[in-house]
């Protein structure tokens, strides 16, 4: 179950950022390169990014362990002929291939933004995607980075912890599985976060704030073409299934 709290904090950050429309572009844009063929989204939240897949024309399947979440993803979407499913779906049940037979090796694409910091097992999480997948198929990862601005927006959110690339190649890099792409995203957005999180200790992401920093995403791309490299509020990590590796 999810703390109603922690749902609430959650609820009110995805409607902030829903809002922050050159930002969840730019968000999606980055990841669109990887992303093909019969595509899961994992984590939906209220569809911020699943909006842009579904009016490009991708086919797409939206999952959410949250029934509060679902019930807003079909109310939003449903109407979508290249909604392909929507599951509630549980990113690190360990019993996996028994209680969802039917999305074993079905999809070319799976992504999850993020997601993988709020599971407590994040590596019987990977090792879900890796089933879900198609031979050959990517898996996408975005999460935030570095440990040092956990704060209390984390903690309201429930994080569980933050990755470096170095920390989240070691879950996702298991067998079966080849990193392909890896990079920072959002410069801009750790000046924000700590402050913010860390030295107004606040629950959710400012509408305000929010609101400035999408008005100036183009100014913040060109930050991170050139900082891009050395840091970031998330880290991106494209990681391939085996075109030989058959599900086990």
């Known amino acids: 179950m999810i703390n109603d709290d922690i749902l609430n904090h959650g609820t009110e950050t995805l409607e902030v950022i829903s809002d922050a429309g ?39 399947s939206l ?12 109310s939003k979407f449903s109407g979508f002929d290249n909604l392909k ?22 999809f070319d694409t ?31 990862i975005l999460v935030p980075a570095f440990q040092s601005l ?9 994080h569980q912890r933050r990755y470096t690339p170095k920390s989240l190649k070691k879950v996702m890099a298991i067998p079966g599985f080849k990193v392909i792409h890896s990079q920072y995203f959002n410069v801009i ?26 008005r100036l995403v183009p100014l913040w791309k060109v930050v991170d073409w050139t900082l891009g490299s050395l840091l970031g509020l998330s880290v991106i990590m494209v990681v391939q299934k085996d075109e030989y590796e058959f599900n086990k």
């Open 63 to 74: 999952s959410d362990l949250s029934p509060d979440y679902f019930n807003i993803l079909e």
């Open 110 to 140: 799976v992504f999850a933004l993020n997601v993988l910091e709020h599971v407590p097992d994040h590596e019987q999480a990977i090792r879900n995607c890796r089933l879900l997948l198609k031979p050959g198929g990517n898996l996408v």
């Open 189 to 214: 957005g750790i000046l924000g976060w700590f402050v913010s999180g860390k030295l107004m200790k606040k629950n959710t992401i400012p509408g305000g704030q929010m609101r400035l920093y999408d």
């Open 85 to 106: 499913g929507l599951f509630t779906l549980d990113f690190a049940e360990k019993e996996l291939e028994q209680k969802y037979p039917h999305l074993i090796g079905q």
């Open 22 to 60: 050159k930002f969840n572009q730019w968000m999606y844009q980055t990841i669109k390169p990887y992303c093909s063929g019969n595509i899961l989204e994992v984590g939906s939240g209220i569809g911020n990014i699943s909006q842009y897949f579904l009016d490009d024309g991708f086919e797409i």
């Open 150 to 158: 956990f704060n209390q927006f984390d903690i309201a959110l429930e």
